[in-house]
């Protein structure tokens, strides 16, 4: 089995970036797809971006043109920078693979966008 552990939340101002990292416990030289999905208070969990392993990304549309979803296979990360944040992106952040398998969600890490 493989472990996903989120990292790199925090508080931001409107406008600011934030870079999260999501490091798995094996290699994922070998998984297709990876996605990063987040949840809001009340709401539920969405896909926010996703990878395949060539490279290829596919953002949702709230996300699009802000956010970054790229990999390290050498590091065994995926990583999602986001830009220009605004409080509509307050949430906590979770990496899985894509469809999303419900054994593999971890902590998550919180990102709080707020003045």
Known sequence: QVQFVESGGGLVQPGGSLRLSCAASRSIS???????????????????????????????????????????????????????????????YYCNYHPPQSRYWGQGTQVTVSS
Do not use: C, H
């Open 30 to 92: 070998s998984i297709y797809l990876m996605g990063w999905y987040r949840q809001a208070p009340g709401k539920q969990r969405e896909l926010v971006a996703r990878i395949i392993s060539g490279g290829m990304t596919i953002y949702a549309d709230s996300v699009k043109g802000r956010f970054t979803i790229s990999r390290d296979n050498a590091k065994n990360t995926v990583y999602l920078q986001m830009n220009s944040l605004g409080p509509e992106d307050t949430a906590v």
